[in-house]
Every structure is written in structure tokens, then in C-alpha cells.
């Protein structure tokens, strides 16, 4: 999904570049955490962060431009919130455009938009509304799968879009193309986002259960 260089027009990717600038500025006003929580999230922000980076290396030429590659934005956001997973994504992609050309500089701001906004807004932010409808546990997998899924689903189509607004190429065989495989891919991100996150809470409730034991066991000691 990565945009290279030079396949935007400046009315594209300019307001895209600024926008994209606004979002993370606002995004590091907004992440305030308590000094532990800094710690923990910190640690999980480093391994999400180095899983995603390597998951977005793996690209699948598409035609039209771009590339298909998981993205991970669903992941990071249930794992440590929308604002800290919008900087790690934004991180990410200058990193890859800066050192390995895997997107451009100029696309950048369409990148994080595709990337880190629309899908954290369509994946995390309509999984959280539903929640908020649905209280019940008994299907937040199947919500957590589904809603990654359209995150790609939906970040794809803006990709899409930006591409054909640059009068790139034939929009249809640029919007089928984007789509076709896409559709595959999400499926592949659900997937693993539902698996990946099942082992990340059983490996936290571990840890608060060592936790309390350890704690109760010094108590019966003293």
C-alpha cells in the first residue's frame, strides 16, 4: 500500500503531507500516561513497533503504483491506544521512505493517511463504537477480525482514490486491482490480529497473576 515518489500530484499529496503533520502533532498533545503505564506501554510500543515494521517490508507489487503488505494498525491501536499507534505508524513509514524507499517522502502524508488514519478510524474506531453498543464479550474476536479487515479494506480504497485523483492510470484497473488483492489481505490481518492479540492478553494475564501471587506470597512471610 505504499505510494512512491512522483505518483501524486502536488494537490494530492501536499494537503495529505499537512494533514498528516497536524494529526501527529495532536496525537503527542494528546498521549498523557501515568509514569507506569509509560513503562509498560513503552516496552509494548518497541515489540508491536519492530513487528509491524518487518510485517510492512513484505510487499506484494500491485499494479496501478503500490504495493500490498500487511499493516498492523489494528494491532498496535488494541494494544496501546489510537494516539500512540498513530505516532509508531507515522514513525514507521518515514523510516521506511528515508532509508529503505519503500514509499516516498512526498507520499508520505498520504501513506500515514491511508495507513495510520482511515484504517485506525474504519478498524479501531468502528470496533470500539460497536462495543460500546454491544457489551457482551462473546464475540469480540469475530468484531476485532471483522473490523481489522476493513480497516485494510477501507485504507486500500483511499489509496485508491489518491492515485486515480493523480490521474495516474485507468481507474478501474487501479480501484480492481487495489481492491482484489486487498480483500485477500485483510483476511490474512484479521486473522493474525485475533491471533496475535489472544497471545498478548494471556501473556498480560500471566503476568498480573505472578504478580498478586508473588505479592501474597511475601505477605504470608512477613
Known sequence: MHIPDGFLTPQVWLPLEGLAIGVLGFSSYKLKLK???????????????????????????????????????????????PWATLLVIGAILLIQALLFQDGGITAWGANFFNMGVINLLIG???????????????????LIGIFSWLG???????????????????????????????????????????????FIKRVIKEKNFEFKSTKEATNETT
Do not use: C
Open 124 to 142: 479501531y474506531g468502528g470496533y470500539k463504537l460497536l462495543k460500546m453498543i454491544i457489551k457482551s464479550e462473546r464475540f469480540d474476536y469475530i
Open 152 to 198: 485494510v479494506i477501507f485504507a486500500s480504497l483511499s489509496t485508491a482514490l489518491e492515485l486515480i485523483l493523480s490521474g495516474l492510470g485507468n481507474w478501474k484497473l487501479i480501484l480492481t486491482a487495489m481492491l482484489g488483492w486487498h480483500i485477500v489481505i485483510g483476511i490474512i490481518e484479521g486473522i493474525g490480529t485475533v491471533i496475535i492479540w489472544k
Open 35 to 81: 509514569e507506569k503505564e509509560g513503562i509498560e506501554n513503552a516496552i509494548m510500543l518497541g515489540a508491536l513497533g519492530g513487528f509491524v515494521f518487518s510485517s510492512q517490508m513484505i510487499n506484494i507489487p500491485i499494479p496501478g503504483g503500490t504495493s500490498g503488505h500487511l499493516i498492523g494498525t489494528m494491532l498496535l491501536g488494541l494494544a496501546v491506544g
